[in-house]
């Protein structure tokens, strides 16, 4: 079985490291037994962060393990000691790497070196005792649990950044064309779909340096998924322009440069997106007579329609050096005229939620709750602890829940989800209980107010 060594395209699994739980503790020592809270909070859990870095050139790393997760965050502990914060899981990623999710929406472009992506946030950690204390509550005797980090399933899929896209049916020099021009060295061979992977080269022509990328396998029919190149055509989505590389010397009966170039421009119109891109052709392996001699024929006819033409060979090099810095003016061109610098980092982090703090919807004779604040103090809440309860409800009070729960209609014993319902807890509804669990008395740990319920 193959290994591959090129990978464009990736499904990835990300898990943010989960938040450490605060702690609730009171501070002792001699002659002075209870000393306040003292309970430290909890670390928050690491990010997953993607990062272009430019000597990664393929997502094949994550093709053999595609679950990845940030560290976890350390528990809080007396003392006033707050726990680690988790470390952070970096992954590195090729420039120009489009990153989707599960339906395909594009979440961001990464291009530039240094740009990078929170792709998954960490969990925040647990207040301790120490942090929930209050005038009015002085010892809570609870704290908060950690959230668990973000997860997700996102696609990755690479695009190529290069100056110049190479485009042509296989074996139509663009290989070597790439080898010629610079010292990228690709797999060169006479049979058809010698390339499986794009070729990349830098190349300089007088002040300008610019890269050239070519698409492998691009036969008629392959925006429509046949043969190899509608899986590679994206990778010159980016490129200022496009070079058709076209073979003089086929063998194939039936073929002449103008119809390939027809073909190709019909699958580029098909695949979409390149239309305003400059177009450049070069009629390549005129070192063998026959070609040259089809060069020259088609070289006024295409001229003619406003095409520029450079004859060329890689074998023998002839005509390379007009055909470099052409493509050299049209790189500077089409950089002189971006306005908008290509980025050297940019940070990008996952937008706050808009919008009202909590919904209620009633759903099959039960009321549910959902809303950022009301499932993340859910998840925050130690459910054994009557206090952490009391608090829970407190705060639900103040949001606001019970009151519109009220106006919409809910009665007492009703039955309250938060959170979605396959992952809610479910509370009684009982709007009498009394609010402010921090002016009443009770020992450690318990609420007066859930006495008996």
């Not at 990623?93 to 472009?109: C, N, S």
Request: charged share 25%; hydrophobic share 40%; glycine share 14%.
């Amino acid at each position: 079985m193959a290994i591959p060594t090129f990978v464009d395209r990736v499904v990835l699994h990300v898990s943010a490291g989960s938040g450490g739980n605060g702690v609730a503790s009171v501070h002792r020592e001699k002659f002075k037994p209870l000393g306040g809270p003292d309970g430290g909070n909890g670390g928050h859990g690491g990010d997953v962060v993607l990062r272009v870095d430019t000597d990664v050139t393929t997502l094949v790393d994550y093709h053999h393990e595609p679950h990845r997760r940030g560290g976890r965050g350390g528990h809080g502990s007396g003392g006033h000691r707050s726990g680690a914060q988790g470390e952070p899981l970096v992954l590195p990623v090729p420039d120009g790497t489009v990153v989707k999710d599960e339906r395909g929406r594009a979440l961001a472009d990464l291009v530039g070196a240094g740009t990078e992506m929170v792709i998954a946030a960490g969990g925040r950690g647990g207040l301790g005792n120490a942090a929930l204390a209050s005038s009015k509550r002085r010892a809570p005797g609870f704290a908060l649990l950690g959230e668990p980090g973000h997860e997700q399933t996102i696609a990755l899929e690479l695009k190529v950044v290069a100056d110049i896209g190479l485009v042509g049916f296989p074996s139509a020099g663009k290989s070597s064309l790439i080898a010629a021009l610079s010292r990228a060295r690709p797999k060169i061979a006479d049979y058809p779909f010698t390339t499986l992977v794009p070729n990349l080269g830098v190349v300089t022509a007088g002040d300008t340096t610019y890269t050239v990328a070519d698409v492998p396998g691009l036969i008629e029919g392959a925006s429509e998924g046949r043969g190899l190149g509608h899986d590679f055509l994206r990778h010159v989505e980016r490129c200022a322009a496009l070079v058709h590389v076209i073979d003089c010397a086929t063998p194939e009966p039936g073929r002449d440069p103008a119809s390939d170039l027809e073909v190709i421009e019909n699958e580029l119109r098909s695949y979409g997106g390149l239309q305003d891109r400059p177009r450049l052709v070069a009629l390549n392996k005129i070192d063998v007579p026959d070609a040259r001699g089809i060069a020259d024929l088609t070289i006024a006819d295409l001229r003619a329609r406003g095409i520029d033409v450079y004859p060329v060979s890689a074998a023998s090099h002839e005509g390379l050096r007009e055909l470099t810095f052409a493509m050299a003016q049209v790189v500077a061109d089409a950089r002189a005229a971006s306005e908008i610098p290509m980025p050297t980092r940019v940070v990008i982090r996952p937008s706050a939620a808009e919008g009202p703090d909590f919904e209620i919807r009633h759903v099959e004779g039960r009321w549910q709750v959902l809303g950022d604040k009301p499932e993340r103090w859910v998840r925050q809440t130690d459910f054994s602890n009557d206090e952490a309860v009391g608090f829970l409800a407190d705060r639900l009070a103040r949001l606001g829940v019970e009151e519109e729960l009220l106006a919409r209609g809910a009665a007492p014993g009703d039955d309250i989800l938060i959170g979605p319902a396959e992952n809610a807890v479910v509370f009684d509804f009982d709007p009498q209980v009394q609010a402010g669990a921090e002016v009443l008395y009770g020992r450690r740990g318990q609420d007066p107010r859930l006495e008996g319920r």
